[in-house]
């Protein structure tokens, strides 16, 4: 079946320190690849995506690329700011069935001045 | 993106009780989903729709109930409220497209089962 293993938090860095949050997926056919964000007290928000081998997904500074030989789609960013403290997801879109989002147990970011 | 509302922000509940989620978006999207979010393990799906007539289970359906009345309101039910159902719940619309497929959240509903 279908499965997102991310890197379990939390995380706690440095502001202007470099992030990297690991994440491995196993599924069925071909999913696109998702990271989204939630704020404290708030929904999640689309991060980025890619919906093909080799796609490199990018947003505020963050990236990801779709890697089907190791089936893995990492998020990173050079220079985290005390803004990006969040909770962290990342997902796959199943490609048949529901087609939903099925997500990872989510990664805790906490950044310090 | 979808505009999605979702009401109530936070409920206490009794066990037995029947209680109603509700959700609606302005943006016309066909597919809406159900997840629950719960500590250390990220979002499951609990109900989908792809349209008006078209609802389905998700992966941990048992004990709620859900309801299509117009493209832009899913409402969730459950129907005897028990305490292992304390979660946050968020309704996501879904823009389908070939290459902008994108689900928006709400803010989600805290609910809390005494």
């Known amino acids: 079946g279908d499965s997102v ?36 007290g708030e929904g999640l928000q689309l991060l980025l995506k890619a919906t093909k ?6 947003n505020k500074g963050f990236e990801a690329t779709y890697r089907k030989e190791t089936t893995s789609f990492h998020l990173e960013k050079g220079s985290v700011q005390v803004s990006d403290s969040a909770v962290y997801f990342c ?13 990872g147990t989510g990664t805790r970011l906490t950044v310090i001045p | 993106d979808a505009d999605v509302t979702q009401t ?24 809406m989903y159900w997840y629950r979010q719960d500590p250390g393990l990220g979002l499951q799906l609990i109900y989908y729709s792809f349209d008006v007539k078209d609802i389905n289970k998700g992966e941990i359906s048992d004990g709620y109930s859900v309801s299509r009345q117009a493209q832009a309101k899913f409402s969730l ?28 959240f709400g803010q989600g509903t805290r609910l809390t089962v005494v």
């Open chain 2, 77 to 104: 039910s459950l129907e005897s409220a028990i305490p292992n159902q304390t979660a946050l719940y968020f309704c996501a619309p879904e823009r389908t497209g070939l290459m902008n497929t994108e689900a928006f």
């Open chain 1, 91 to 103: 997902a796959l879109k199943r490609v048949a069935g529901a087609n939903n989002l099925f997500f």
């Open chain 1, 5 to 40: 293993t991310q890197m379990e938090g939390p995380v706690t860095l440095s502001e202007e320190a470099f992030l990297t949050i690991n994440c491995t997926y196993t599924a069925t056919g071909y999913p696109s690849l998702f990271w989204y964000v939630q704020y404290p």
């Open chain 1, 53 to 58: 081998a080799d796609d490199k997904g990018s």
């Open chain 2, 8 to 31: 109530p922000r936070n409920r206490i509940t009794k066990t037995g009780k029947r209680i109603m989620l509700e959700c609606s978006q302005t943006k016309g999207h066909d597919r």
